[in-house]
Protein backbone atom coordinates (compact mmCIF):
# COMPACT_ATOMS: atom_id res chain seq x y z
CA UNK A 1 0.00 0.00 0.00
CA UNK A 2 1.47 3.47 -0.95
CA UNK A 3 2.09 5.74 1.86
CA UNK A 4 1.66 9.78 1.74
CA UNK A 5 5.56 9.82 1.98
CA UNK A 6 5.65 7.66 -1.29
CA UNK A 7 2.98 9.67 -2.97
CA UNK A 8 5.11 12.91 -1.80
CA UNK A 9 8.24 11.15 -3.76
CA UNK A 10 6.62 10.04 -6.64
CA UNK A 11 5.56 13.82 -7.23
CA UNK A 12 8.95 15.04 -6.90
CA UNK A 13 10.41 12.58 -9.45
CA UNK A 14 7.63 13.43 -11.70
CA UNK A 15 8.77 17.14 -11.96
CA UNK A 16 12.52 16.67 -12.09
CA UNK A 17 13.36 18.47 -15.01
CA UNK A 18 16.13 15.75 -16.42
CA UNK A 19 18.46 18.47 -18.04
CA UNK A 20 18.40 20.42 -14.29
CA UNK A 21 19.12 17.03 -12.61
CA UNK A 22 21.95 16.35 -14.56
CA UNK A 23 23.41 19.80 -14.69
CA UNK A 24 23.07 19.49 -10.39
CA UNK A 25 25.06 16.14 -10.92
CA UNK A 26 27.79 17.62 -12.80
CA UNK A 27 28.42 20.39 -9.96
CA UNK A 28 28.01 17.35 -7.22
CA UNK A 29 30.48 15.32 -9.51
CA UNK A 30 33.00 18.33 -9.58
CA UNK A 31 32.73 18.80 -5.87
CA UNK A 32 33.76 15.34 -5.23
CA UNK A 33 36.87 15.34 -7.28
CA UNK A 34 39.99 16.08 -6.31
CA UNK A 35 40.93 17.33 -10.18
CA UNK A 36 39.42 19.00 -12.93
CA UNK A 37 37.10 16.72 -15.07
CA UNK A 38 36.63 16.67 -18.68
CA UNK A 39 33.60 16.22 -20.63
CA UNK A 40 34.33 12.55 -21.82
CA UNK A 41 34.40 11.31 -18.22
CA UNK A 42 31.61 13.17 -17.33
CA UNK A 43 29.31 11.78 -20.11
CA UNK A 44 30.68 8.34 -19.19
CA UNK A 45 29.92 8.58 -15.12
CA UNK A 46 26.54 10.01 -16.37
CA UNK A 47 25.96 7.68 -19.46
CA UNK A 48 24.90 10.42 -21.66
CA UNK A 49 25.98 12.08 -24.77
CA UNK A 50 28.95 14.23 -24.45
CA UNK A 51 27.03 16.96 -26.47
CA UNK A 52 24.38 16.62 -23.90
CA UNK A 53 27.27 17.21 -21.40
CA UNK A 54 29.38 20.01 -23.67
CA UNK A 55 25.94 22.15 -23.81
CA UNK A 56 25.73 21.79 -19.97
CA UNK A 57 28.51 23.25 -19.26
CA UNK A 58 28.85 26.06 -21.55
CA UNK A 59 25.46 26.84 -19.75
CA UNK A 60 26.52 26.32 -16.58
CA UNK A 61 30.03 28.74 -17.66
CA UNK A 62 28.33 31.74 -18.65
CA UNK A 63 26.34 32.01 -15.20
CA UNK A 64 30.00 31.04 -13.70
CA UNK A 65 29.01 27.94 -11.31
CA UNK A 66 31.51 26.34 -13.31
CA UNK A 67 35.07 27.33 -14.96
CA UNK A 68 37.60 25.58 -17.76
CA UNK A 69 41.02 25.40 -16.86
CA UNK A 70 44.02 25.75 -18.96
CA UNK A 71 44.05 22.20 -19.76
CA UNK A 72 40.13 22.23 -21.42
CA UNK A 73 38.70 20.80 -18.02
CA UNK A 74 36.30 21.76 -16.04
CA UNK A 75 36.10 23.01 -12.38
CA UNK A 76 33.61 24.51 -9.74
CA UNK A 77 33.02 28.31 -10.55
CA UNK A 78 33.17 31.63 -8.77
CA UNK A 79 29.47 31.39 -8.24
CA UNK A 80 29.08 28.39 -5.92
CA UNK A 81 31.59 30.09 -3.63
CA UNK A 82 29.37 33.31 -3.35
CA UNK A 83 26.39 31.18 -2.77
CA UNK A 84 28.22 29.21 -0.40
CA UNK A 85 28.61 32.19 1.58
CA UNK A 86 25.51 33.79 1.60
CA UNK A 87 23.94 30.30 2.78
CA UNK A 88 26.82 30.36 5.45
CA UNK A 89 25.54 33.92 6.76
CA UNK A 90 21.97 33.19 6.25
CA UNK A 91 22.28 30.07 8.32
CA UNK A 92 21.05 31.08 12.49
CA UNK A 93 23.40 28.19 14.04
CA UNK A 94 20.89 28.59 17.51
CA UNK A 95 18.05 27.76 14.88
CA UNK A 96 20.86 24.93 13.74
CA UNK A 97 21.76 23.36 16.91
CA UNK A 98 18.52 23.73 19.09
CA UNK A 99 16.93 20.27 18.12
CA UNK A 100 20.25 18.45 18.63
CA UNK A 101 21.26 20.75 22.45
CA UNK A 102 18.10 19.38 22.83
CA UNK A 103 18.66 15.90 22.22
CA UNK A 104 22.17 16.05 23.91
CA UNK A 105 20.47 17.12 27.00
CA UNK A 106 17.91 14.30 27.30
CA UNK A 107 20.24 11.91 26.01
CA UNK A 108 23.08 12.53 28.92
CA UNK A 109 20.90 13.92 32.02
CA UNK A 110 23.17 16.99 31.52
CA UNK A 111 22.89 20.70 31.03
CA UNK A 112 23.92 21.16 27.48
CA UNK A 113 25.16 24.91 26.63
CA UNK A 114 26.23 26.57 23.07
CA UNK A 115 28.92 29.07 23.34
CA UNK A 116 30.62 31.75 20.94
CA UNK A 117 33.44 34.18 20.78
CA UNK A 118 31.76 37.11 19.89
CA UNK A 119 33.81 41.03 20.60
CA UNK A 120 36.75 38.98 22.83
CA UNK A 121 33.77 38.04 25.15
CA UNK A 122 32.33 34.50 25.68
CA UNK A 123 29.02 34.27 25.09
CA UNK A 124 26.33 31.48 25.89
CA UNK A 125 23.87 32.10 23.14
CA UNK A 126 21.82 28.93 24.32
CA UNK A 127 21.24 26.87 27.44
CA UNK A 128 18.78 23.57 27.59
CA UNK A 129 18.23 21.60 30.54
CA UNK A 130 17.34 18.05 31.02
CA UNK A 131 13.61 17.11 31.99
CA UNK A 132 15.05 16.18 35.41
CA UNK A 133 18.04 17.90 36.01
CA UNK A 134 20.61 17.09 38.63
CA UNK A 135 22.49 20.36 38.55
CA UNK A 136 20.83 23.85 38.81
CA UNK A 137 24.32 25.82 37.59
CA UNK A 138 23.47 29.33 39.13
CA UNK A 139 23.83 32.45 37.16
CA UNK A 140 27.20 33.53 36.52
CA UNK A 141 28.42 35.75 34.24
CA UNK A 142 30.86 33.65 31.55
CA UNK A 143 31.65 36.74 29.90
CA UNK A 144 35.20 36.44 30.77
CA UNK A 145 35.79 33.17 31.89
CA UNK A 146 37.58 31.62 29.07
CA UNK A 147 40.45 30.27 30.60
CA UNK A 148 37.99 28.17 33.58
CA UNK A 149 34.99 26.83 30.95
CA UNK A 150 35.68 23.90 28.88
CA UNK A 151 33.59 26.07 26.01
CA UNK A 152 35.78 29.13 26.77
CA UNK A 153 38.72 26.98 26.17
CA UNK A 154 37.33 25.35 23.22
CA UNK A 155 36.81 28.96 21.36
CA UNK A 156 39.98 30.30 22.87
CA UNK A 157 42.01 27.41 21.76
CA UNK A 158 40.65 27.79 18.22
CA UNK A 159 40.68 31.75 18.08
CA UNK A 160 42.91 33.52 15.90
CA UNK A 161 46.48 34.06 17.42
CA UNK A 162 46.15 37.76 18.01
CA UNK A 163 42.31 37.54 19.76
CA UNK A 164 43.69 34.54 21.77
CA UNK A 165 46.64 37.23 23.16
CA UNK A 166 44.49 40.15 23.25
CA UNK A 167 42.12 38.05 25.89
CA UNK A 168 44.82 36.18 27.80
CA UNK A 169 46.25 39.58 28.29
CA UNK A 170 43.22 40.86 30.72
CA UNK A 171 43.23 39.87 34.19
CA UNK A 172 43.06 35.89 34.51
CA UNK A 173 39.78 36.01 37.56
CA UNK A 174 40.48 33.61 40.25
CA UNK A 175 36.83 31.97 40.20
CA UNK A 176 37.51 28.97 42.55
CA UNK A 177 40.25 27.73 44.28
CA UNK A 178 41.19 25.42 41.68
CA UNK A 179 41.06 27.49 38.58
CA UNK A 180 44.08 28.52 36.44
CA UNK A 181 45.45 31.87 36.55
CA UNK A 182 48.92 31.30 35.26
CA UNK A 183 49.12 32.70 31.49
CA UNK A 184 51.48 30.11 30.60
CA UNK A 185 49.73 27.03 31.93
CA UNK A 186 46.58 28.67 30.09
CA UNK A 187 48.49 28.74 27.08
CA UNK A 188 49.65 25.25 27.86
CA UNK A 189 46.23 23.59 28.18
CA UNK A 190 45.08 25.33 25.27
CA UNK A 191 47.64 23.65 22.73
CA UNK A 192 46.25 20.26 24.27
CA UNK A 193 42.91 21.60 23.79
CA UNK A 194 43.70 22.38 20.38
CA UNK A 195 45.16 18.85 19.27
CA UNK A 196 42.31 17.11 21.53
CA UNK A 197 39.16 19.02 19.93
CA UNK A 198 38.02 18.91 23.43
CA UNK A 199 38.36 20.87 26.82
CA UNK A 200 37.54 19.85 30.56
CA UNK A 201 36.78 22.50 33.15
CA UNK A 202 36.48 20.83 36.31
CA UNK A 203 35.42 23.13 39.85
CA UNK A 204 37.36 25.82 38.04
CA UNK A 205 34.52 28.34 37.13
CA UNK A 206 31.88 26.93 40.00
CA UNK A 207 32.90 24.32 42.72
CA UNK A 208 30.82 21.27 42.14
CA UNK A 209 30.60 21.83 38.91
CA UNK A 210 32.54 19.80 35.90
CA UNK A 211 32.18 20.84 32.24
CA UNK A 212 33.60 19.69 29.12
CA UNK A 213 33.17 21.18 25.03
CA UNK A 214 34.16 20.39 21.65
CA UNK A 215 33.97 22.69 18.53
CA UNK A 216 31.84 23.18 15.99
CA UNK A 217 32.55 24.12 12.05
CA UNK A 218 31.23 26.16 9.45
CA UNK A 219 31.24 25.39 5.80
CA UNK A 220 34.98 27.11 5.54
CA UNK A 221 36.04 24.21 8.28
CA UNK A 222 36.45 27.12 10.84
CA UNK A 223 35.53 26.80 14.49
CA UNK A 224 32.61 29.40 15.35
CA UNK A 225 31.21 27.64 18.46
CA UNK A 226 31.44 25.24 20.94
CA UNK A 227 28.87 22.45 22.10
CA UNK A 228 29.36 21.59 25.63
CA UNK A 229 27.53 19.82 28.66
CA UNK A 230 27.69 20.38 32.68
CA UNK A 231 27.04 17.78 35.32
CA UNK A 232 28.18 17.77 39.10
CA UNK A 233 31.52 17.37 39.82
CA UNK A 234 30.00 14.31 42.07
CA UNK A 235 28.15 12.48 39.56
CA UNK A 236 31.68 12.42 37.29
CA UNK A 237 33.19 9.26 36.51
CA UNK A 238 36.69 10.63 36.83
CA UNK A 239 38.10 7.77 34.66
CA UNK A 240 34.72 7.52 32.28
CA UNK A 241 35.27 10.89 30.46
CA UNK A 242 35.97 9.57 27.02
CA UNK A 243 31.86 8.16 26.61
CA UNK A 244 30.85 12.04 27.41
CA UNK A 245 33.10 13.35 24.80
CA UNK A 246 32.46 10.79 22.39
CA UNK A 247 28.46 11.75 22.45
CA UNK A 248 29.95 15.68 22.08
CA UNK A 249 31.59 15.18 19.37
CA UNK A 250 28.80 13.04 17.77
CA UNK A 251 26.29 15.40 18.33
CA UNK A 252 28.70 18.70 17.31
CA UNK A 253 29.50 17.20 14.04
CA UNK A 254 25.83 16.75 13.07
CA UNK A 255 25.41 20.70 13.70
CA UNK A 256 28.84 21.08 11.77
CA UNK A 257 27.40 19.30 9.25
CA UNK A 258 24.30 21.11 8.96
CA UNK A 259 26.58 24.23 8.96
CA UNK A 260 27.76 23.25 5.68
CA UNK A 261 31.33 21.68 6.93
CA UNK A 262 32.54 18.68 4.31
CA UNK A 263 34.36 15.79 5.81
Not at 90 to 117: N, S
Not at 201 to 224: L, M, R
Amino acid sequence: METEGDELLDKQVQYTVAAVDRALEILNLLGKSSRELGITELAKVLGVQKSTVHSLLQTMLVRDFVQQTESGRYALGVKLLQLGELFSQRLDIRTVAKPVLTQLADETGKVALLAVLSKQELIIIDKVEPERPFLIIPKFDFSLAFHSTAVGKVLLAFAAEEIRNAILEKDLSPFTPFTITDVDEVKTELNKVYLDAYAIGCDETIEGVTCFAVPIYNAANQVVAALSVSSASSLVNFNGYDPIIAVLKQKAAIISQRLGQQL
